[in-house]
């Protein structure tokens, strides 16, 4: 048998150089006479690993990373194809400390498998949860979902099964799913990595949720700035419907699913779900009123399940195990795992899939190994441009809806954004608004001339112009905003900057302080 190496496509791997070094793989190969197949897969989601190229041995996969081009001749007299040591070497993957004290339920097959192949996907598992679903049928689908607590994973947790048995009491001919990929979260990237590295999982996801509600079509909605994602998918797509997967009576049973991917245009509130539907119709993405929701009235009007891909791309395994083995993992009303993603100025950054319950302290200090500057961590923004800053004395926080919700933040995405000692935090509240004010759909008040204002505010509280009456304008702006706007996008701006603001008072102070970093 020749020999198998891995080097990951995702686009992760890809910005730091994975193609250059698989091409100067197969040249080596050619050149040494060597009878080696290179497998291309996603990525295991250690970042600073990438290039991470893994070589199929008798202990298992044995991983060397980063790989630069240039390392490849000594790779390969060092003895790497029989997984022999080197100073790039970090054992068996599957060993290696960071990714052995994961629980990887939904990342389970992501950067082993080949992304491309339906067969491989199915010799890992795959299209097990459909074969169950099929099995037991609609009702009994949306049963097991609701057992699983799998609550949305987009951002608002809402719980998936519930959300799904609405739309199946919704009593017409057509219904739909929508998959929201547009990923839009600072920091965020398990969207991502899935549809690159497991684009099956999601796709067996959404026929399931299909064959739950009564839907036969479905969309993935994916941002623009993800072309390697599109083509992932639509890859995949065109597989599973070659493969009997997709389209008419799938997997030979009685029920029909097919799908397409369709790409967004790059506006942060098409991830908003009713402003995605708009969208969809080839309408401006502007949000819509709720009620209706989308699953009574949904996209073309018809009753829509729309989840984000990690609440579709989690059914498969609560299916094929069952939804108490997911229930049991997590802590209060947050079951199961959560793909958490370490981003920003953090030495370790990835994605670290774990069950509800570890502490945010735990996961910057000890797993994501504190700054990638060597100073000292001084805040964290959790869930996204929407979430809130945390300073190190909440870093005790369990990683949980409930308790997120308690100390005035959410977990939104899994996003973490890690600052150092350096950052303004004055400048962090006044780039939230202006974030708010730029991605607004503009179809409310609160969050349209709201955060035009709260960019001022927050300027000239900077500036000392009259900061103490300006502080509290501030304050009363947040909460009419928090409490009038028609969506999150303005109801959830005042969270990074009141947060800024209780947490770090002390940057909102000087002004000179602006002027230092400007
Ligand atoms: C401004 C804004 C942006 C959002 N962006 C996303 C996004 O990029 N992806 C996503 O899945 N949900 C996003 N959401 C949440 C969606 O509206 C919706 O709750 C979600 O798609 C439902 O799926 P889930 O129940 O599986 O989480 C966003 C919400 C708001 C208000
Ligand atoms: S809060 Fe902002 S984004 Fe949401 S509906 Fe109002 S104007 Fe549009």
Request: hydrophobic share 40%; glycine share 14%.
């Amino acid at each position: 048998m020749s020999a198998r190496i891995f080097i990951s496509r995702d686009s992760g791997a890809l910005c730091v150089g994975a193609e250059e070094v698989a091409r100067a793989f197969y040249k080596a190969f050619e050149t040494r006479g060597l009878d080696v197949e290179i497998v291309r897969t996603g990525s295991r989601g250690m970042y600073w690993l990438e290039p991470l190229v893994e070589v199929a041995a008798d202990k298992g996969r044995v991983g060397y990373g980063p790989v630069k081009a240039g390392d490849i001749d000594a790779l390969l007299d060092a003895g790497m194809l029989e997984g022999k040591p080197h100073s790039l070497g970090i054992g068996v993957v599957d060993d290696y400390p960071w990714l052995e004290s994961q629980t990887r339920l939904t990342f389970k097959n992501c950067g082993i498998i080949d992304p491309r192949s339906l067969e491989d996907y199915k010799a890992h598992g795959g299209y097990r949860g459909l074969a169950k679903a099929l099995a037991v049928g609609p009702k009994a689908t949306i049963e097991e979902v609701i057992t699983s607590g799998l609550r949305g994973r987009g951002g608002a947790g809402f719980p998936t099964g519930i959300k799904w048995r609405t739309v199946a009491d919704t009593q017409t001919q057509q219904k739909y799913i929508v998959c929201n990929a547009d990923e839009g979260d600072s920091g965020t990237f398990a969207d991502r990595m899935i549809m690159e590295g497991d684009p099956f999982v999601l796709i067996e996801g959404m026929t399931i949720a299909g064959i739950a509600v009564g839907a036969t079509y479905g969309y993935i909605y994916i941002r623009s700035e993800y072309p390697d994602a599109i083509e992932a998918m639509e890859i995949a797509v065109r597989e599973a419907r070659k493969g009997g997967m997709l389209g008419r009576r799938i997997a030979g049973s009685e029920f029909d699913f097919d799908m397409e991917v369709r790409a967004g245009a790059g506006a942060y509130v098409c991830g908003e779900e009713t402003s995605l539907l708009e969208s969809l119709e080839g309408k401006r993405g502007e949000v819509r009123a709720k009620p209706p929701l989308p699953a009574h009235i949904g996209l073309f009007g018809k009753p829509t399940v729309i989840n984000n891909v990690l609440s579709l791309a989690t059914v498969p395994i609560i299916m094929s195990e069952g939804g108490p083995h997911y229930r049991d993992f997590g802590m209060g009303k947050s079951r199961g795992t959560m793909p958490i993603q370490l981003a920003g100025n953090i030495k370790h950054g990835g994605l670290y899939e774990t069950a509800f319950g570890i502490t945010l302290g735990a996961l910057v200090d000890d797993i994501g190994g504190g700054t990638r500057s060597d100073r000292p961590v001084r805040a964290v923004q959790v869930g996204g441009p929407l979430g809130a800053y945390f300073p190190r004395a909440l870093f005790d926080t369990p990683f949980d809806y409930e308790a997120f919700t308690a100390a005035d933040g959410l977990i939104g995405h899994g996003g973490i954004v890690v600052f150092d000692d350096t950052v303004d935090m004055a400048k962090q509240a006044r780039f939230a608004m202006e974030f708010c004010a730029i991605e607004s759909c503009g179809k409310c008040t609160p969050c349209r001339i709201g955060s035009a204002r709260g960019v001022e505010l927050v300027d000239k509280i900077v500036a000392g112009d009259d900061a103490a009456a300006n502080l509290i304008v501030l304050e009363d702006l947040c909460n009419t905003m928090k409490f009038g706007s028609l969506c999150a996008l303005g109801g959830f701006t005042p969270y990074p900057v009141m947060s800024a603001l209780t947490h770090f008072p002390e940057d909102f102070g000087a002004k000179k302080r602006l002027q230092a970093v400007e």
